[in-house]
């Protein structure tokens, strides 16, 4: 559960770190309202369930869903096979909702 005083802290650290980037001010509250909705969509995320992607030269070329144990164990294999070929990355896909309407001619 987040305090006022969790986010009051949150917001000055928020401040301190603006002051070393100072991007452009006009965003700055837009950014800080982002920040705290991206954390708490990490936050709600279960523990116990997870999505892994398979990355290599920029293409998404596989993916493991479901226990976080087994889908780890998953993507671990297909790294192994497809780094025979070429160097793999591998993300973590952590999903959260956009509010608002989607609208695809914008």
Not at 53 to 73: F, I, N, P
């Amino acid at each position: 559960m987040t305090t006022k005083t969790d986010i009051e802290q949150e917001r000055r650290d928020f401040e301190a770190w603006w002051e070393v980037r100072k991007p452009a001010a006009s965003i700055k509250d837009d950014a800080f309202s982002a920040y705290q909705a991206g954390r708490a969509s990490v936050q709600e995320q279960p523990t116990d369930h997870a999505e892994f992607e398979l990355v290599q030269y920029g293409v998404s070329v596989a993916s493991a869903t479901g226990k976080r144990e087994d889908a780890w164990r998953e993507i671990q294999h297909y790294a192994a096979v497809y780094s025979q070929d070429d160097p793999v990355e591998i993300y973590e896909v952590i999903r959260r909702r956009i509010e608002g309407e989607a609208n695809a001619n914008s």
